[in-house]
C-alpha cells in the first residue's frame, strides 16, 4: 500500500467534486483495499463515500426497487422485498464471499470488482489490465479460472461477481451520478468486453459515483435460481455461474432470463439463447439447445475448456430447477 | 521378548487423568485472545521489516536501487546481499535439525537468484505500513536464466538419493521377482498417479519479533516447532554466545511442517536486529508463504499383481519428486507399500528430480501422506477386478509382520480398525457396483483405505520443580502447535504424582528449557511423555524416601511398587488409610521444593528387533452430483490404532483435523506453477483452496484399544499425522464407487470427475 | 518494458500524516493519531495492543481478523481504522465480563473447538456476529454461514457443535432476528 491521502465526502455532490486522477472513491473497502496492498492499484487519494445517505433500499414509481449503492450486500441479500421479488438476487449475493465480507461491501461496489486472475493480482507477471503493454500471463498460463466467451488476445480474465450475474438477468438498471450529471446505464451496457484495453472493465468515466441500481418489476420470482459451481462448498469465486429467471405458462417457457458467472470479462448474456427457450416447452432437451446457443462461441485454454461442458451442463440444471420451483422460496 | 522397564508411578490409579478428555489447559488464553504469537511481543521503539521476494525463478540480480526507499522518512535501513554483514562461512553453520544433504539456502547471500519469492531484500522502517510502502520502493533488475521447475518434463532426470534427511531410509532392496510375478499374475493393476505440490499454509504466517535488550542480549520470538533448533541456527550464523539469545514460542499459529525448519523471516529478523541493535518484527506475507517449503509435487506408478483369490503376488511402486538444486529433500513415499501388505515379490523405488525450487518441506505425513493413497487406490482397483470387496482385500493379504524387515509389530490393532471402522460406517451394507447408489442427482459412494504411519522416539529431557505447596512446574523445550502438547504432559505429570491437572503447569516454547527435539513426526507425546514421565518418577522417589523417613510416617518401610500417588497424597495400595499428603512430607521434612530433571530415550534394543507404527481405517461416503460432477465428502469414520491415548479429547481433534487436511489434499489443495515464469501463481488463500467449514461433515473418530508395553514407558504412539493417511485414497475409491470415474491425480478438482462422467 | 532510471522515476510521495482517529473499543473510548493507511486489524494490534484480534492473510480471505463493527461481524484488515471512526468495535478481549467466559468462550473450550488457537478469536467473534443475525438454524446453515472463518487445523465439526451449544444459551438481538 503506498501513500494516499483520505478524506470524507459529506455528500455525492462533494465525492464527485473531489474525484480527480488518481482518487478513488472507497465504501466497503474489500476489494480496493485488498488491491491496494498488493500493490496492484495505487491511488493517491481516498474520497470515503461510505457514509453518505445512499444506503437504502426503496420501492420505484414502476414497482421495482432501488437498490442504494451503500446498502450492504448482506442487507440487500436479507431484505424481505428483495427475497420474495427477486430470490435469484438473494441467492446470487449469498453465494459471494463470506458473511463478513457481505456485511461490508457495498452493491456500488460490487459491480466495480477487479477480476481475481493471478496475473492481475501479482506484479511480477505480465497483465494488460494492471499494465497495458505488458502481455497477458494467463494466456499460455495458468488459466484454469479463466473466460471462455469474450475474451481478447489481449486478456482472458473473468469478472467475479456473484450478485452482477443476476442483476444482468433481471436487466437492472445502474443509476450514476458524475461530473456531468445524472445517467442511467442499462446493465448490460456496464461493464464491457476486454478488447484491445483490457485496462477498462466498465463504461464510467472518471468521477462517476455509482448512486443506486434499480430492479424493474420483473422479478421472475417464482421460477428462477442462481446456481454457483466451485472448487469447494463455500468462500471461494465461480468456475461457473447461472443466473436463470423463467416465466412460464404451464410447462411452456413464456419468457426467459439466463446469465453466466464466471466466464467472460462481463455476466454473459445472449438474447438468442432465451429466444431459443421462449414458446418451447421445459424440457432439458431444449434447456440444452439454448446453452448451446449461449456457448456457440465458447472456446478453451489449455485449463479451462472442462467450462464449456460445465457451464452447458450447469445452464441445464439452472433451468431446470427454475422451471420446477413453484413460488418465491426464500434462499 | 525385549525386557522393558517397569513402570512404577504410572496408571497405578484408575480414575487418573491418563485417558481422560481434559480439556486443553491453554484453551482460556486461546479464546480470550491472551494466547500470545510469534508477532505479538513488543518493545518501544521496536522496527518494522518487510521483505521484498524475487520477480523471477533464476538468474542473478544485476542492479538494486534502494535510494527512493531509503529517502522516505521513517525508512531505517534496506539489507541486500550487497551490504549483508560477512556471516558464516561453512554450510555445517547453516544447517539445523531437520536440514536434508546439501548446501542450505542462504538469504541475502549473492546475487544469485535460485527460485521465485526468493527472499532478495529487507526493507526496515518505523512502522509496519511504511515498511511495505518502502519495499514497494526497492528497484531491482535481473538477468534471467533458463529454469526447470516442470516435474513431468523433468521426470527423466531423476537420480536415486541415498539416506539424505533424518526419519527416512531408503527403501529396501526388492525382494523376490517383482517384475516376473507381476506378468505372471493373473489379475493386474499397473498406474500413474500424480499428486500436486501442496503448501502448509498455517493460519498464522510466519512471523519472528527480536527485542534487543539495554544488556545487549536477544529474545527472539519466532514461530517455529523447534526453539533450540532456531537458536544453534542464530548463534552459529551470527556467532553469537548461545547464553546471548533465547528463543521463545510458547504459542504457534500451526505450523504442519513448516516451522520444523529456521525459515528466512527469523533470519531477517536477526540480521537487522544485530546490525542495527533494536528490536524488529518482520512478518511474512500470505503470499510469501508460498516462498519455502511445501509439499513436494510427485508422479508415482504402482503395479499390482495379483491371483484370483486376491493374494498378493507382486507389488511395485515407484515415485519420483521434486527437490531443489541446493538440497536432497526426501520423504521416501514408497516404503509404507512394503510394510503394509504381505506380497513376496516386491519393487520399491524412490527418486528426486532437481527443480529451480525451493527446497520443499516436511508436511504432515510427509511421505506415507502422498505414498499410501497411490497405494490404497491401486488396491481398491485391485479389488474391482477381482470382484473382491476392498476390505476382504485388505484382510487377505494382512501383514502380520513387517514385510521390509521380518520384524514383529511391536502392536498392530489394523485388524480392529477394519472391524470397529466397518461395523461403525455401516460398511456391510454396501452395494458392490459402481453407481449403484445414488439420492436424487447425487451418485452415492462408499470407500475406503488403510494408513500406516511410523511411531517414533527421539531423545529428550524434562526438568520437575514441586514446591512445598504442592505445586508442579515441569519444562521441556518443546513445542505446542495445536497439538495439545501442554495439555498432555500436564496430564502425564499429574497422573504420576497424582496431582489434580490444576496443580500442575508445563512449561514449553523456550529454548533455555531442558533439550528436547523439534515437534514433529507424530513424536512429542512418545518423546518428551517419556522424559516427562522420567523426571516425575524421580520426583515420585524422592517423595517417597522423605515420606520413609518422617517421624512416626505411616509409610515407613513401604516398597516403591506398592505405594500409589493420589488426590495429592501418597497412599499405600492395600491399605488406602495409610497416607500421607504431599504438602506433609515436604513440610515434615523440611523440603522447600523438589527439583529434578531426566533425559528418556527410545527403547534401542526394541527398536532394533521390531516395526514400530500406528495404523488407520478410513471409511468415506462421497455424494457426486451426477450432472456437475461436484464432490461433497458426506461422512468420515477413522478407526485408529496408536497404542494408548493420553487424552482421547485432544487426540480425537487431532484425528479430525487430519481428516480435514485428507479433505484438501483429496479434493482441493494445489499450488499452480506457471513454468514459463517458474511460479506459483495461486499464492494466497482466495486461489489455493484448504478446507471450509461447509465442506466437512461430521467425522467420527474411534480409537481401538492397542496395547503397547515396546514403544515407549507411555504405550502411547503419537496421533499428529495417522490421521491424514489414507484419506485421500478412500475419497478418490468412494468417487469411483459412486461413479465409475477413476481418478488418480491429486487433487480431484470437479473437471477430473466431469471428464470421466461425459 | 524497460525499467526507468532511478532519476527519472519521481519521487514518492512521503507517508501520509497522522489523523485523530476516535473508535469505541470493548466500551472504551480511545482516540488514535493514525497515518490512513493504518487498517483497524492494525490499529488494534499495533496500536491498542489488542493482540488477540489475528492477521492471518490480510486480505478477507481468511477471516481470523473478524471483528464486531457496530454489532456486526467483519474483516478488520480490509476497512481502515479512519473509516470506521466513531463506531464501537468489539473484540475478542471485550467478549469476557470481568473473569467470566462468553457462552461461546465457555463452548469453544468444553467442545475443543480449537487446537493451535490462531483462528480461534475470529472464530469466536464471527459465531457471535452469526448468532445476532439470527440466520443459522441448522447445523449446515452454521457451516455456511462460518465459511469465512478458516481453520487450518481442521476444528470446523467442533467450532460447529460448540456454537450450536452456544446458541441454545444467546439469543439474537432483536433487529438481527429474521
Known amino acids: 500500500m503506498r501513500s494516499f491521502t483520505y478524506s470524507r465526502a459529506g455528500s455525492a455532490a462533494e465525492a464527485v467534486g473531489r474525484a480527480a486522477a488518481g482518487t478513488a472513491f472507497v465504501a466497503g473497502g474489500t476489494n480496493l483495499l485488498d488491491l491496494m496492498k498488493a500493490d496492484v492499484l495505487r491511488p493517491e487519494g481516498l474520497v470515503d463515500i461510505s457514509r453518505l445517505p445512499l444506503d437504502r433500499i426503496e420501492e420505484t414509481a414502476e414497482g421495482g426497487l432501488r437498490l442504494g449503492a451503500l446498502a450492504r450486500n448482506a442487507d440487500t441479500a436479507y431484505d424481505e422485498r428483495v427475497q420474495t421479488r427477486y430470490p435469484m438476487l438473494s441467492k446470487a449475493i449469498l453465494a459471494g464471499a463470506s458473511a463478513q465480507l457481505r456485511n461490508m461491501a457495498t452493491n456500488g461496489g460490487n459491480l466495480l470488482q477487479r477480476t481475481r486472475c493471478y496475473y492481475f493480482y501479482d506484479t511480477a507477471t505480465p497483465c494488460n489490465k494492471r499494465q497495458p503493454g505488458s502481455g497477458c500471463g494467463a494466456i499460455g498460463g495458468v488459466n484454469r479460472i479463466h473466460a471462455i466467451l469474450g475474451a481478447s488476445d489481449q486478456c482472458i480474465a473473468v469478472h467475479p461477481s456473484d450478485l452482477c450475474v443476476a442483476l444482468a438477468a433481471l436487466e437492472a438498471v445502474v443509476r450514476v451520478t458524475g461530473p456531468d450529471g445524472e445517467r442511467s446505464i442499462p446493465f448490460a451496457e456496464l461493464h464491457r468486453l476486454p478488447g484491445d484495453r483490457p485496462e477498462i472493465d466498465t463504461v464510467l468515466r472518471p468521477g462517476d459515483l455509482v448512486t443506486a441500481i434499480d430492479l424493474p418489476a420483473r422479478g421472475f420470482a417464482e421460477h428462477s435460481t442462481y446456481l454457483k459451481i466451485r472448487d469447494r462448498a463455500s468462500y471461494a469465486f465461480a468456475l461457473v455461474s447461472v443466473a436463470a429467471g423463467l416465466e412460464m405458462d404451464g410447462d411452456t417457457v413464456r419468457d426467459a432470463r439466463l446469465a453466466l458467472g464466471g466466464v467472460a470479462h462481463k455476466p454473459w448474456r445472449d438474447p438468442e439463447a432465451e429466444a431459443a427457450l421462449i414458446g418451447k416447452p421445459a424440457t432439458p432437451d431444449r434447456f440444452r439447445a439454448a446453452a448451446r446457443v449461449l456457448l456457440r462461441d465458447a472456446k478453451g485454454h489449455e485449463h479451462n475448456s472442462f467450462k464449456i461442458e460445465l457451464a452447458e451442463r450447469a445452464i441445464v440444471r439452472a433451468l431446470t430447477e427454475a422451471a420446477e420451483r413453484k413460488g418465491a422460496s426464500r434462499p | ?758 | 518494458m524497460a525499467p526507468l532510471k532511478a532519476s527519472l522515476r519521481p519521487a514518492p510521495a512521503p507517508p501520509p500524516a497522522p489523523i485523530p482517529v476516535t473508535l469505541n473499543v470493548n466500551g472504551v473510548e480511545r482516540t488514535l493519531h493514525l497515518a490512513p493507511w493504518t487498517t483497524l486489524l492494525d490499529a488494534l494490534r499495533l496500536h491498542l495492543d489488542l493482540t488477540g484480534t489475528k492477521k492471518g492473510c490480510d486480505h478477507g480471505q481468511c477471516g481470523a481478523c473478524t471483528v464486531l463493527v457496530d454489532g456486526r461481524r467483519i474483516n478488520s484488515c480490509l476497512t481502515l481504522a479512519a473509516m470506521q471512526d466513531g463506531r464501537k468495535v468489539t473484540t475478542i478481549e471485550g467478549l469476557t465480563t470481568g473473569d467470566a467466559l462468553h457462552p461461546l468462550q465457555e463452548a469453544f473450550i468444553e467442545h475443543d473447538a480449537f487446537q493451535c488457537g490462531y483462528c480461534t478469536p475470529g472464530q469466536i467473534c464471527s459465531a457471535a456476529g452469526l448468532i445476532a443475525e439470527g440466520k443459522a438454524t441448522t447445523d449446515d446453515e452454521i457451516r455456511e454461514l462460518m465459511s469465512g472463518n478458516l481453520c487450518r487445523c481442521g476444528a470446523y465439526p467442533n467450532i460447529v457443535a460448540a456454537i450450536r451449544q452456544a446458541m441454545a444459551t444467546v439469543a439474537p438481538k432483536a433487529e438481527g432476528a429474521p
Open chain 2, 1 to 758: 521378548m525385549i525386557a522393558i522397564p517397569s513402570i512404577p508411578g504410572f496408571l497405578t490409579e484408575p480414575n487418573g487423568p491418563i485417558g481422560k478428555p481434559v480439556s486443553r489447559v491453554d484453551g482460556r488464553k486461546k479464546v480470550t485472545g491472551n494466547a500470545h504469537y510469534a508477532a505479538e511481543f513488543t518493545l518501544p521503539d521496536l522496527a518494522h521489516g518487510c521483505i521484498v521476494s524475487s520477480a523471477i525463478a533464476r538468474g542473478r540480480i544485476t542492479r538494486i536501487d534502494t535510494a527512493a526507499a531509503l529517502a522516505l522518512p521513517g525508512v531505517i535501513h534496506v539489507f541486500t546481499h550487497e551490504n549483508r554483514p560477512s556471516l558464516a562461512w561453512f554450510d555445517r553453520k547453516w544447517k539445523d535439525d531437520d536440514a536434508p544433504k546439501g548446501a542450505p539456502f542462504r538469504p541475502l547471500y549473492d546475487a544469485e537468484i535460485h527460485h521465485a519469492l526468493q527472499p532478495v531484500a529487507l526493507v526496515v522502517a518505523d512502522s509496519f505500513e511504511l515498511a511495505r510502502y518502502a519495499a514497494r520502493l526497492v528497484h531491482i533488475e535481473y538477468e534471467a536464466a533458463p529454469h526447470q521447475t516442470d516435474l513431468r518434463a523433468n521426470r527423466a532426470n531423476s537420480f536415486t538419493p541415498g539416506k539424505d534427511k533424518g526419519g527416512f531410509q531408503p527403501p529396501p532392496k526388492p525382494r523376490g521377482d517383482p517384475e516376473q510375478a507381476f506378468l505372471a499374475s493373473p489379475v493386474r493393476v499397473d498406474a500413474e498417479f500424480t499428486q500436486a505440490a501442496e503448501y502448509h499454509n498455517p493460519m498464522e504466517m510466519h512471523a519472528t519479533t527480536v527485542l534487543h535488550h539495554d544488556d545487549g542480549t536477544l529474545t527472539v520470538h519466532d514461530k517455529t516447532q523447534g526453539v533450540q533448533n532456531c537458536h544453534t541456527y542464530i548463534c552459529n550464523v551470527f556467532g553469537l554466545a548461545k547464553s546471548a539469545v533465547r528463543v521463545m514460542s510458547p504459542f504457534v499459529g500451526g505450523a504442519f511442517g513448516s516451522g520444523l525448519r529456521p525459515q528466512h523471516q527469523l533470519f531477517m529478523a536477526m540480521l537487522a536486529a544485530t546490525q542495527l541493535k533494536r528490536s524488529i518484527r518482520v512478518e511474512l506475507s500470505r503470499p510469501q508463504m508460498f516462498s519455502f517449503g511445501h509439499r513436494p509435487e510427485t508422479i508415482q506408478r504402482v503395479a499390482l499383481g495379483a491371483d484370483r483369490d486376491g493374494t498378493l503376488r507382486a507389488l511395485i511402486h515407484e515415485a519420483v519428486q521434486e527437490s531443489s538444486r541446493n538440497e536432497n529433500y526426501v520423504e521416501i513415499v514408497v516404503n509404507w507399500s512394503g510394510q503394509q501388505y504381505a506380497c513376496d515379490n516386491v519393487r520399491l523405488d524412490y527418486t528426486l528430480s532437481r527443480l529451480d525450487v525451493h527446497t520443499p518441506l516436511d508436511q504432515r505425513a510427509p511421505g506415507a501422506a502422498t505414498g499410501v493413497p497411490a497405494l490404497e487406490i491401486a488396491m481398491d482397483e485391485l479389488a474391482c477386478k477381482l470382484g473382491m470387496d476392498p476390505l476382504d482385500l485388505r484382510l487377505k493379504n494382512y501383514a502380520e509382520t513387517d514385510p521390509n524387515t521380518g520384524n514383529p509389530f511391536s502392536s498392530k490393532e489394523l485388524r480392529a480398525c477394519f472391524r470397529h471402522g466397518a461395523e461403525r460406517f455401516g460398511w456391510a451394507k454396501r452395494s458392490p457396483a459402481p453407481r449403484s447408489m445414488r439420492d436424487g442427482r447425487e451418485l452415492i459412494g462408499w470407500g475406503m483405505a488403510a494408513g500406516v504411519w511410523d511411531a517414533m522416539q527421539g531423545q529428550a529431557a524434562a526438568k520437575a520443580v514441586l514446591g512445598v505447596d504442592g505445586k508442579l512446574v515441569v519444562s521441556s523445550a518443546t513445542a505446542d502447535i495445536g497439538t495439545g502438547t501442554y495439555t498432555v504432559m500436564t496430564q502425564i505429570a499429574a497422573d504420576v504424582l497424582g496431582l489434580p491437572i490444576e496443580e500442575v503447569t508445563f512449561c514449553l516454547g523456550d529454548s533455555s528449557l531442558p533439550a528436547a527435539p523439534v515437534e514433529g513426526g507424530s513424536w512429542t507425546v512418545s518423546t518428551v511423555g517419556s522424559a516427562v514421565k522420567a523426571v516425575c518418577d524421580r520426583v515420585r522417589s524422592q517423595l517417597i524416601a522423605l515420606a520413609g523417613k518422617l517421624e512416626n510416617s505411616p509409610l515407613k518401610g513401604v516398597a516403591e511398587e506398592d505405594m500409589v500417588f493420589a488426590d495429592s497424597h501418597l497412599i499405600v495400595r492395600n491399605d488406602r488409610s495409610r497416607r500421607l499428603s504431599i504438602t506433609e512430607v515436604m513440610r515434615g521434612s523440611g523440603t522447600l521444593s523438589i527439583e529434578e530433571e531426566a533425559r528418556a530415550l527410545p527403547y534401542l534394543l526394541a527398536r532394533a528387533r521390531h516395526t514400530f507404527a500406528t495404523h488407520s481405517a478410513v471409511f468415506v461416503e462421497v455424494r457426486v452430483d451426477e450432472d456437475l460432477g461436484t464432490v461433497r465428502v458426506a461422512r468420515v469414520v477413522s478407526a485408529i490404532a496408536a497404542g494408548r491415548i493420553i487424552n482421547p479429547k485432544t487426540a480425537r481433534s487431532q484425528i479430525q483435523g487430519a481428516v480435514v487436511w485428507g479433505i484438501g489434499m483429496g479434493l482441493e489443495e494445489e499450488a499452480f506453477t506457471d513454468h514459463r515464469l517458474g511460479r506459483v501463481m495461486n499464492h494466497d488463500y482466495a486461489e489455493y483452496h484448504v478446507p471450509v467449514n461447509a465442506d466437512v461433515p461430521e467425522i467420527d473418530v474411534l480409537f481401538v484399544e492397542e496395547h503397547d508395553d515396546m514403544v515407549n514407558a507411555l504405550g502411547a504412539k503419537g496421533v499428529g499425522e495417522i490421521g491424514i493417511v489414507g484419506v485421500p485414497a478412500a475419497i478418490a475409491n468412494a468417487i469411483h464407487h459412486a461413479t465409475g470415474v477413476r481418478v488418480r491425480d491429486f487433487p480431484i478438482t470437479l473437471d477430473k470427475v466431469l471428464a470421466g462422467l461425459r
